[in-house]
């Protein structure tokens, strides 16, 4: 079976729901557009499902979804009634204080990037049907915000590709880890009931799945455009 591109997601604010798109360019910061906009509150912390030194827990981010209607321009935050609130015009910080009841902002971000570990990621079908098996609840990319989802016939065949020159279409990528999950797996997303999908993922001994990695070159990748490994 030929390895192909199924899916590719953005995140057009860090810790919203993203979009799913047929065709992206990518390059060293990852996907254009993702993940460029967070939501800070006073204390300059990003807003997320958990609590750290840069990141603090703000319920409700994942019932929202973000988009752009054009790249050169700020995002739109949708929420779950389907109302539209631009960032560029101040509504979506109207929306996000009355939703958190605090002070907070949707910033692009100044140079310090809005990513966890590394700015792209990746995942085998075959890996989510597992996980669809281990756990009682709906399962689908969304629950590991990666970027490209790949046709795979075996779980984790594509941690066999860390430290490989992976070409996707016309980009080059290199994965140089699996990722360390966190509580934002197990969380509710519309579609997504809450369920205990991290537990379930620690028992290959660590919570880890789905690669991470960059762009060695940059290009354009399609849904449809198959893997190609050396």
């Not at 015009?89 to 958190?100: K, P």
């Not at 290199?174 to 519309?190: E, H, N, T």
Request: hydrophobic share 40%; charged share 25%; proline share 6%.
């Amino acid at each position: 079976m030929s390895l192909v591109v199924e899916q590719i997601w953005r995140y057009p604010i860090k810790s919203i729901g993203g979009e799913c798109l047929e065709i992206s360019f990518a390059d060293d910061r990852g996907l254009r557009g993702d993940r460029v906009w967070a939501v800070q509150d006073d204390a300059g912390k990003l807003g997320s499902g958990k609590d750290s030194t840069r990141f603090t827990r703000m319920l409700g981010l994942l019932d929202l979804t973000s988009c752009y209607v054009d790249e050169a321009e700020p995002p739109i935050v949708v929420a779950p009634d389907g109302t539209k609130h631009p960032v560029a015009t101040g509504a979506a910080d109207c929306y996000l204080q009355a939703m958190t009841g605090n002070t907070v902002h949707v910033r692009r971000d100044t140079g310090i990037m809005h990513f966890d570990e590394v700015p792209f990621s990746l995942v085998g079908t075959a890996t989510l049907d597992w996980l669809a098996a281990q756990v009682n609840v709906v399962v689908d990319a969304r629950r590991l915000r990666p970027n490209v989802v790949v046709r795979t016939e075996a779980p984790f065949a594509e941690e066999k590709w860390l430290d490989r020159p992976v070409r996707i279409g016309g980009v080059e990528a290199v994965f140089d880890r699996v990722f360390m999950r966190c509580v934002m797996v197990s969380m509710a997303q519309p579609g997504l009931e809450a369920g205990d999908v991290l537990k379930q993922i620690g028992q290959r001994g660590t919570p880890c799945l789905a690669i991470g990695g960059f762009i060695r070159e940059p290009g354009t990748m399609r849904v449809g455009d198959e893997i190609a490994l050396p």
